[in-house]
Each structure stands twice: as C-alpha cells, then as structure tokens.
C-alpha cells in the first residue's frame, strides 16, 4: 500500500501529540483556536471547513469559500475516527499504512461512516483526556492535519498554559 501522509510515522505523529496537549480547555479556548485555525486558512485563501467540538456540543464551526456539503460529511466521518480512537486521523491512518493495510479493511468499519484521512484532531488536556475535537476539511489530508497543529501551535503559544 502505497504511503499517502506525507512521511510522517506513527512515532512522530505520538510525539507531535504528546507536545500539543493541553492544561485546560474551555468553550472560549475553543472560539479562540477556532479563531486561530480560522484566520490562517483566511489569509491564505483556503477553502476549508474548521470544526471544534467541546464534550458534546459544537463549540466553534465555520465554512469558508469554496468549501462545499462534501466537506461537511468528509469532517462527519473523520472526526468519528477521533470519536471512536482518541487519536488524531492521520495517526490511525499511519498506523495502518506501517502495517500494509487499509483502515476500513482492517477495521471493518465502513468508508460512509468513518474517515482515516487527517484532518481530525483529539483535544487532550493533561491530566484529564479528550474533552473535544478539532477537524479540519477542505485541502489535502495532510495539510488539513498541518492546519489543526499549526493553530493548535500558536493557540499553545500565545496562551502561555495551553
């Protein structure tokens, strides 16, 4: 199977993780990084659907130019792969592909129900676990995934506690 995630591997995506959890989240953390996320895409012009989830309640949504009702399903399905793992999409994926298989083989779950493409992020606070998600849909999968830890980056950055 040929490797579609742009060589990243599961030790470096666990690593990526690990250095993007956070001390706390509230509904107004997830407006702010929605905001983040939001701005980026913005400023760039990409046609993206960005998506936080705080327990289980949309927290922040917002779809831009060019995004169309496939974006929306293509965010449905990835963010139950982070639902049902608590990991990031493109680390389920990555673990699968290092193995020479398909996710929705493997998994017997099916393609119209869950995603493992990147673009579906956990929202871990230490300490406690996932409180929410993060997805992201519009682009390729691998810069969907680059768009959620770019934010979540600066969101951990200029906030000084995650």
Same mark, same amino acid.
């Given at each position: 199977m040929a490797a579609t995630t742009g060589g990243y591997t599961s030790a470096a995506l666990r690593d990526e993780a690990d250095s993007l959890e956070l001390t706390r989240f509230s509904l107004a953390d997830a407006l702010r990084l929605g905001r983040i996320a939001t701005d980026l895409a913005v400023v760039r012009s990409l046609p993206v659907l960005i998506e936080i989830v705080l327990g289980q309640r949309v927290a922040y949504r917002a779809a831009l130019p060019g995004t169309t009702a496939d974006n929306d399903e +293509? &965010?449905?399905?990835k963010l139950r792969v982070v639902a049902r793992f608590e990991e990031s999409t493109l680390a389920v994926r990555v673990a *699968? /592909? /290092?193995?020479d298989r398909s996710f929705n083989e493997a998994t017997g779950l099916p393609e119209t129900e869950? #995603? #493992? *493409?990147?673009?579906? +992020?956990p929202i871990r606070v230490a300490g406690v676990g996932v409180v929410g998600m993060f997805g992201v849909s519009g682009l390729?999968?691998?810069?969907d995934? /680059? &768009? =959620?830890v770019e934010s979540l980056g =600066? *969101? &951990?950055r200029e906030s000084g506690r995650g």
């Open positions: +293509w &965010l449905r399905r *699968h /592909e /290092e193995k869950f #995603a #493992a *493409h990147g673009g579906g +992020w390729p999968q691998v810069a995934h /680059e &768009l =959620i =600066i *969101h &951990l």
